[in-house]
């Protein structure tokens, strides 16, 4: 093995034989030098208290794991306990080395390593007896409580750092407006002296009124403990013995004092942390370990050691699982403290299900959103649209109104005319002196009232004109079919006249209540009207026998139905449902729109329309309208009522 500085380390069996080949120049100087294969480092553990308290363990978890990954062909380590917390080691020592040097006889080791100074003593002497010169390595000391004399020379030395000022600044930090600070201990030697330690630098702050509790019973604190509240701060240092003996380890005690204390308690020891340990500037035992494992590393590779600090196993550390139950504010928290036990809340625990749902849920926000703008535009489209059809409509009723124009000016001249003619008759009956009195007051009565029956014919036709020409907003009320299909067909019938044409008009339906809008319903009618007089106009294609439109109401399966029949040229096969199309009409002049609005205007009232051929040529429109709601109400009666004229047959030639 390789010479290094200071301690020299037993040879192991690899090297004894190398050694001696060299020595009796069997291996030449010129000859390839021949590689000794690698032996497990053997480290000897002697631990000064129980293995089983978890800074014990976790040092010693920490120690194995680092060495074990450095060691070229792995490690062995002897392990042996002194307990001396519960044992005095100075009554044991003769028959404990005794069985120690029965234990490992004939059995060298590289490296001898103490944890604890209460394992000092014991190490030294049994390193001395059994493995003399071998490198010594005293792991977890507190360097105050160290005492040089014990210490062997050349022996390496790990230092912890109980950081006693960091814990109390971190009290002052959660817990501003505590004016009292208890320290809690046993009453061993080592709890003695760190209650000691604790309380005198708290003294020094002078923030708190000191209560020193030491070597009281377990179950004595735990009544007092319970008394306390925010305004106090527990300090606990360390347990190993009570009032009545050896207590079970320290961890096990602060987590019965813990669950009665009304007040947080904190502390030094990182082994204390999950035990019912608020907060503190605790030693980490796992970075102590490995800190001695890296002294280890570097004497059994014979390496110099690297300097070590004991600042570099003290961290901040907090138990956020108690700050709610204390009041506590995590935002006191110094940065870069370490917290454990946080609440358990659906982020903590399931934050990459959250992130994702989230998304999630994002996209499906986005995608409805999106929808809910489509859905908006597309109602406004649909507005638009209707108000263009609306636009479209009253259009088609200006162009029915301009093919009805001839008959229209016929049918307002003839009134005009007659009072005009009974205006001249009056004037000349007065200019006549030889006219008996009565003869001529009778005659003049007869006069005026064919002028005032002719004056109202005139206006009901321009009242009829105005009312299906006025721009008005489509409103569904209850309504009487009939009474606005009578002036729909007092409209048609000049027309009729004008071009030869039978009208006739049988509405026979009993009942002719529905909901819709009088002036669309209206130009259903004028539409179906006219493009049947146009089928019947239609030059050589127009029949030679009667010209005749017929339209009837009848009842049909609880619904109204209005049909339009005519004696025209008919609809070729294959067209019926094409005529309804938009710009699509069999007329030289036509638009091919008429026929279009009669179905939107028909299906807005929920209703449906067709053309079918008729028995004896020609076509028949169908139109079904459903009934009126039940108790539409008073308004629907009037207009009942006034539907329910006498069905009459309105025949002009």
Not at 199 to 204: N, S
Request: aromatic share 4%.
């Amino acid at each position: 093995m390789m010479r290094r500085p200071g301690p020299v380390l037993a040879p192991s069996g690899a090297g004894l034989l190398a050694a001696g080949l060299l020595a009796a120049g069997l291996l030449g100087g010129d000859a390839p030098a021949m590689a000794a294969p690698a032996a497990p480092w053997r480290v000897a553990v002697l631990m000064g208290s129980d293995p089983g308290l978890p800074a014990m363990h976790e040092i010693d978890r920490s120690f194995r794991r680092t060495l074990q990954a450095a060691a070229p062909a792995g490690a062995t380590f002897f392990t042996d306990t002194l307990d001396t917390y519960r044992f005095d080691y100075g009554d044991l020592a003769p028959e404990f080395l005794a069985l120690q040097r029965k234990k490992y006889a004939g059995r060298p080791v590289d490296l001898v390593v103490g944890v604890g100074e209460r394992a000092i003593d014991a190490v030294r002497e049994q390193r001395d007896a059994l493995w003399p010169g071998v490198p010594l390595i005293l792991a977890g000391l507190d360097e105050p409580m160290v005492e040089r004399a014990r210490v062997p020379v050349g022996a390496l030395q790990s230092f912890w750092q109980l950081d006693i000022d960091g814990t109390l600044a971190l009290i002052e930090r959660l817990q501003p407006t505590a004016t009292r600070l208890v320290v809690l201990s046993g009453n061993a030697e080592g709890d003695l002296a760190l209650g000691a330690r604790v309380g005198a630098l708290a003294t020094t702050r002078g923030r708190w009124r000191i209560e020193p509790w030491a070597g009281l019973p377990i179950a004595a604190l735990r009544e007092r403990l319970a008394q306390l509240g925010p305004e106090t701060a527990v300090f606990f240092t360390h347990m190993s013995r009570d009032a009545n003996g050896p207590t079970p380890f320290p961890a096990e005690v602060l987590t019965q004092l813990a669950a009665a204390s009304g007040a947080p308690i904190y502390g030094l020891f990182g082994s204390f942390v999950g035990r019912g340990l608020v907060a503190g500037s605790v030693v980490d035992f796992e970075a102590a370990g490995r800190q001695a494992a890296t002294l280890a590393i570097a004497l059994l590779e014979g390496r110099p050691p690297p300097a070590v600090s004991p600042d570099a196993t003290t961290r901040c550390t907090a138990d956020l699982g108690l700050f709610a139950r204390h009041g506590l504010d995590t935002a006191a928290l110094p940065a870069g403290c370490t917290t454990v036990n946080a609440p358990r809340n659906l982020w903590t625990e399931y934050r990459a299900f959250v992130l994702v749902s989230s998304a999630v849920v994002a996209a499906q926000a986005l995608t409805i959103g999106g929808l809910l703008v489509q859905r908006r535009r597309r109602r406004q489209a649909e507005a638009e649209a209707g108000q263009r059809r609306l636009e479209l409509a009253r259009a088609m009723r200006f162009a029915a109104m301009g093919e009805l124009t001839a008959s229209i000016a016929h049918e307002i001249n003839q009134p005009l005319g007659a009072i005009l003619s009974n205006a001249d008759a009056a004037a000349m009956m007065l200019r006549s002196s030889g006219a008996p009195t009565d003869t001529l007051h009778q005659s003049l009565h007869e006069i005026l009232a064919d002028i005032r029956r002719d004056d109202l014919r005139a206006h009901e036709v321009i009242r009829r004109l105005r009312a299906l020409l006025e721009n008005h907003e489509v409103t569904h009320v209850p309504l009487g079919l009939h009474p606005a299909l009578h002036e729909a067909l007092g409209l048609l019938e000049p027309e009729a006249r004008r071009r030869g044409i039978v009208l006739e008009a049988v509405l026979e339906a009993a009942d002719d209540r529905i909901v819709g809008d009088p002036v669309q319903l209206q130009q259903v009618l004028l539409n179906l009207a006219i493009n049947a007089m146009d089928a019947m106009d239609a030059g050589d294609a127009a029949p030679a026998g009667p010209r005749r439109v017929s339209i009837a109401t009848a009842d049909r399966d609880g619904a109204l139905q209005l049909t339009v029949a005519d004696t025209g040229s008919g609809i070729p096969d294959g067209e019926h449902e094409s005529v309804f199309e938009s710009f699509f009409t069999t007329k030289p002049r036509g638009m091919g729109l008429g026929l279009g609005i009669v179905r939107a205007i028909v299906e807005s009232h929920g209703g449906d329309v067709t053309l079918e051929p008729r028995e004896g040529g020609g076509t028949l429109a169908r139109v079904r309208l459903p009934r009126a709601r039940p108790n539409a109400g008073a308004a629907h009666e009037d207009l009942r009522r006034d539907a329910l004229l006498p069905a009459a047959a309105l025949t002009t030639r």
